[in-house]
Each structure stands twice: as structure tokens, then as C-alpha cells.
């Protein structure tokens, strides 16, 4: 998307991720299970994330506000130790949500052992896509896609994978249009998952 230039973010900006967390929540709430746990939970994991080296960020902004970010991870399977690390204070932020849907919590359990089902030999993952709605369609997605490969690429990454609902149509739609291959499906959470499958080019 012109103007809009994706970046790597370098440390654990606060005010940054807390962009990231509100994004996300605004954009994928409608069918993210995480969302369920609120804006705060996702600021913690995103901060936890990026402070312990487990993922790393990449935005685009439009003066001081975030317009689009992608959350990679060089593997996947570590992303529970932010949690982990810190089960008193997630265990706070979480129990509001399991309070009112006691069910939540097996929900939970389930997917913090999706990797088993995903591949768990394709260690590299795509996290997380937002882009604000007024962006969409304008090609930020893509954009970040491709920074996303490149971070890869500099680390010696050459495949990763994503995974999205069976039935979150826009999102299947964009990772077939920018290259990725569906490989497989699974029932995760009382959900059908798709799981993605794209090779980086090597750098030139």
C-alpha cells in the first residue's frame, strides 16, 4: 500500500504493542478465541512475546498510529512459555472470561496443544494479520506478507506456515491469493482449521 512501509520493530515498544493488542481485537474478534480474554491478555502475550524472543513484530504506520501488523514466530511451538513464565498474572487476566463460560477453560487447553495438530514439524509460523479495516483490500496485507518473508529469509527460514478458521472466508481468500498452499485440516475448539503452507524465496 503506498505510504504505508512495513517495518521490523526493534524491542518491546509499550505503546506500540499496545496498538498491536487493540487492533487485533477490533479486527479479529468476531472469530479469534484469544479475543475472548480481552485487550489486556493480548498486551501481555504480545509483550511477553517480544521480550523473551519468541516472535517478532512487524508494523505499518501512518504518523503515530498503527495501521496493519504481522506477529511471526521462528517456532511456533514455543509461544506458550510467555504464558508460562508468568501463569499468576495470565491466570488473572483469563479468569473473568472462564467465569462467565466455564467451558472456556478446556477450549483453552485445547488450543495451547494446537501445534500437534499443525505440522508440528514445520516449526516457523505467520501468528497473527491485522490491518485496520480502512486499509483493507489496498494491499498492506501483502505488504506485511512480504516483510514477513524477508525477516525469515535473513534468519534462514525458507517455509512456515498459518492456520485460519474453515469458515473465515476473507482470510482463507487472502493467504491463496498471496501464495500460500493448504496442506491440511483439523477440528480445533469446536472449529475446522485450515492449515497454510508457503516457501520463502531465498534472497537475491
Known sequence: MEGLTPRVVDGVPLALVRQAASLHLRALGYS??????????????????LDKGLAFLIV???GDRLQGFILG????SRLNDAIMSRPFRFGLLMLPAMLRRPGILLKALEIAFY?????????????????????????????????????FAAGGVMRYKVTCHEDM?????F???????MTGCFPLAG??????VKDVQAPK
Do not use: C, H, Q
Open 60 to 62: 505499518a504506520e501512518e
Open 175 to 181: 493467504y491463496r491469493k498471496n501464495g500460500f498452499t
Open 32 to 49: 479469534s478465541f484469544i479475543t475472548l480474554f480481552g485487550e489486556e491478555f493480548l498486551f501481555e502475550l504480545y509483550r511477553g512475546l
Open 115 to 151: 501445534g500437534k495438530k499443525a505440522d508440528p514439524s514445520l516449526k516457523a509460523e505467520l501468528v497473527v494479520i491485522a490491518v485496520e479495516d480502512s486499509t483493507r483490500s489496498k494491499g498492506l496485507g501483502a505488504s506485511l506478507v512480504k516483510a514477513l518473508e524477508k525477516k
Open 191 to 196: 472449529f475446522m482449521w485450515n492449515l497454510y
Open 73 to 76: 514466530s521462528a517456532d511456533g
Open 169 to 173: 472466508t476473507r482470510a482463507n481468500e
